[in-house]
């Protein structure tokens, strides 16, 4: 009996299922269990986010200009290209496709080392200006102190400029040049040293005379109104989740973003919280990402025939090798960083070398269309992940 039913059983069917169906069904629930309990873990942070974003709604608008919204849109396009390119390689996996499989998992394997290498850009430039985690943060503050404020105002300063690139006139119609130019005033004018008087507001915009459009009627009880309706309209910190305005932006009747020294005592003790919430949850996020680049490297290497086998070892090695390399590169780390390339660079040749003397005793392609069960519990665990950066990316680069 056994016998008979080890000859009927496919080999990729566990003894304890019935049929491949069953399997995979069951494979996929369990799936879907899992990635609950991921957006859970995740849920926490967002939580986080929200409370301290509704209370400190100025620090969230000041610290966010330092971070590069050209690079993390750069990001999502690279993440939703390699969700594309899964779901594609799940499509030919169905389909039997098994070369067209393994070109889309590995460019789907590109595209995970991309968003690695830009957030290790993004990542070293904030540690360079003292933006990073814990007490290594330059407005980290202690009793009410910061512990350094020549650091803080140069992270200050860089916070707002860098809001100038790239974003633009951030301030309310003040230049850059202009701001440059206070520290060169001797070089403009005479009268230097003498006080200037701040800049009124601007006022709101009249409706055209004989203009067919009507003014909105007025708001409900409970609604905040518009800085057209309502130049000067209190918010309250919960309202600016709703809203987008803080109350330095409401003063100023328009997209201000606050500098350092406008914040409120209780705003500036916060102001690292920011950073703190950002490298948690991106770093949180990158683990997974690093965590999905490997699991899409064993179906590669499962889903690829001989050739394939021999190879994904060699250029994952050289792969990793070349990525310490870059990080060595940005930080200038010691000389541990050359033994730790050479260590890859050797496991590259020795694997190299070992998959060439058992060329011959690599199986065959793992998935067929009867199955390719991993290749989709993959690709839905991968989907979760640029699902998750596509809500970071908005709430972390794009407030305003």
């Not at 030919?92 to 690695?116: D, E, H, N, P």
């Not at 109104?225 to 409401?250: C, H, K, W, Y």
Request: a negative charge.
């Amino acid at each position: 009996m056994s016998d008979a039913h080890g000859h009927d059983h496919p080999p990729h069917l566990a003894h304890h299922f019935e049929t491949p169906e069953q399997q995979m069904e069951s494979g996929k629930l369990g799936m879907w269990v899992f990635l609950a309990t991921e957006i859970l873990m995740f849920g926490g942070l967002f939580c986080a986010y929200a409370v301290y974003r509704g209370n400190h709604p100025e620090v969230f608008l000041f610290a966010h200009q330092a971070l590069d919204t050209n690079w993390g849109a750069i990001n999502t396009a690279v993440l939703l290209a390699s969700s594309f390119t899964m779901a594609w390689g799940v499509r030919a996996a169905q389909l039997g496709q098994t070369r067209l499989l393994v070109a889309l998992l590995s460019l789907t394997l590109l595209g995970g080392g991309g968003f690695m290498v830009i957030k290790t850009i993004e990542y070293e430039s904030k540690y360079e200006k003292s933006l990073w985690v814990g007490g290594l943060n330059a407005f980290y503050q202690s009793g009410g102190q910061l512990a350094d404020a020549d650091k803080a105002k140069k992270a200050a300063d860089y916070v707002s400029h860098h809001g100038y690139d790239h974003g633009g006139d951030k301030h309310g119609g003040e230049s850059h040049a202009g701001k440059d130019g206070d520290h060169h005033g001797d070089q403009h004018t005479e009268h230097h040293d003498e006080p200037q008087p701040e800049p009124a507001p601007v006022a709101a915009a009249p409706v055209v005379a004989g203009s067919q459009i009507n003014r909105p009627a007025d708001p409900e009880s409970g609604l905040v109104t518009d800085l057209v309706v309502n130049p000067t309209p209190s918010v309250a910190r919960a309202q600016s989740m709703f809203t987008g305005v803080g109350e330095i932006q409401a003063k100023h009747q328009g997209s201000h973003y606050p500098e350092f020294n406008e914040l409120a005592p209780d705003d500036t003790q916060a102001t690292h919280i920011f950073f703190q919430i950002y490298f948690m949850m991106t770093g949180l996020h990158g683990v997974h990402v690093l965590i999905g680049m490997g699991l899409i490297g064993w179906i590669t290497w499962a889903a690829g025939g001989p050739i394939t086998k021999a190879a994904v070892g060699p250029i994952a090695s050289l792969g990793l090798g070349g990525y310490l390399l870059f990080v060595g590169f940005l930080v200038a780390f010691p000389g541990w960083l050359i033994a730790s390339i050479a260590v890859c660079g050797v496991a590259a040749v020795a694997s190299g070398v070992l998959n060439v003397l058992r060329l011959k005793g690599f199986a065959g392609p793992a998935f067929s269309p009867d199955y390719y069960t991993p290749v989709d519990l993959v690709g839905l665990y991968w989907h979760l992940v640029d699902l998750i950066w596509i809500f970071l990316f908005p709430l972390l680069y794009l407030i305003h």
